[in-house]
């Protein structure tokens, strides 16, 4: 069912006109009174060599799946979809799509948000009945009114859009959490497989920039857990103006300072990636006395192509892809014991 005709058939629909057109006037009246100092302009028009993929973590494949669809001439966002939609069927990762690692209660639920190049986005939370949680995410974005929906809705949409019914749980993930339940401890280790998101951003042969996010969330989670990763503007968010980042690692912590959102202001105010990665941990670690019992990452990358990541622990990596070379990146830490 498309967007229009869920407008339709719905009172909300009028309600949602009238609120746009406010909206629009709105932003007439300020464009009116707006200094030209407000007026930012783009970044740089120095061509990056095009197109790049870069991700959380080692994951080669994902990399190197969205890279290959860029290098044939995919748009941004399709890339990114099908980049991470690898570990999402990948039963080896534990956190991540089908045969991620339960809640407390053995329920594999899954979040994931998309955010497109002209600023569109959609996010999908708590979903047991599917693993192609990013592609659900864009089909919110694409086919309703809203940007998220949750649990039994979201369940109920996608199989309304055709999506296969599947049980997450593996003999694996089962075996793994029963042996947890022996003596259950709510206790994330730094850079141990119950964190590990993938969150993507891709930058097509046209320079727009698109990205995904997609989780199982934190091993043994409270039932109805979420954390930042289907969160707009904490696990993901772009400008296709700027640029764009994504996070990972302890979702609580990142919600707090709407860390991707963050980074991307940052480099709208001059800020290179890396330099705006490195503060936006700064952020973190200077309101949280026990940031050395967590892990958080990002990663960014502009519209020129420059890229920078940084962490708080050792141990993390990203892939870069990137003149059809697909490598995986060292990630320079804050925390440095002596």
């Not at 009238?18 to 006037?25: C, N, P």
């Not at 999506?163 to 709510?186: R, V």
């Not at 020129?304 to 940084?310: L, Q, R, S």
Request: proline share 4%; aromatic share 6%; net charge negative.
């Amino acid at each position: 069912m498309k967007r229009r005709k869920f407008i339709q058939n719905t009172a909300a629909g009028a309600v949602g006109a009238t609120f746009a057109m406010t909206a629009m006037a709105c932003t007439d009246e300020n464009k009116k009174t707006r200094k030209p100092s407000q007026d930012k302009k783009p970044m740089s028009k120095k061509m990056p060599n095009l197109p790049i993929a870069i991700c959380t973590w080692q994951f080669t494949n994902a990399n190197k799946t969205a890279g290959d669809a860029l290098e044939n001439g995919k748009p941004a966002l399709e890339a990114a979809i099908e980049g991470v939609s690898i570990e999402e069927q990948n039963l080896k990762n534990t956190t991540v799509g089908k045969g991620g690692i339960p809640d407390r209660q053995g329920n594999v639920t899954l979040d994931a948000c998309v955010m497109a190049t002209n600023g569109d986005c959609g996010a999908v939370m708590a979903v047991s009945s599917t693993s192609h949680v990013a592609a659900l995410a864009r089909k919110v974005m694409e086919d309703t009114p809203h940007v998220i929906l949750v649990g039994e809705g979201a369940e109920e949409f996608a199989a309304l859009s055709g999506f296969e019914t599947e049980d997450l749980l593996t003999e694996e993930s089962k075996k793994a959490w029963q042996e947890w339940l022996k003596s259950p401890e709510y206790k994330p280790l730094i850079n141990i497989e119950n964190h590990d998101t993938i969150g993507m951003l891709t930058m097509d042969k046209k320079g727009d920039i698109a990205g995904a996010c997609t989780s199982s969330g934190l091993s043994y989670k409270m039932k109805g857990r979420v954390g930042d990763s289907p969160i707009i503007g904490s696990g993901l968010f772009l400008d296709n103006e700027i640029g764009g980042a994504v996070a990972t690692g302890m979702g609580e912590e990142v919600v707090k300072t709407v860390g991707s959102f963050l980074i991307v202001e940052l480099m709208r105010n001059g800020m290179s990636p890396q330099d705006a990665c490195e503060e936006a941990i700064k952020r973190i670690v200077n309101k949280n006395d026990t940031y050395k019992d967590f892990q958080i990452a990002y990663i960014a990358m502009n519209k020129m192509g420059e890229t920078g990541a940084y962490c708080i622990h050792e141990g993390f990596t990203m892939m870069k892809y990137e003149n059809k070379i697909n490598e995986n990146v060292f990630v320079d830490f804050y925390h440095k014991p002596s």
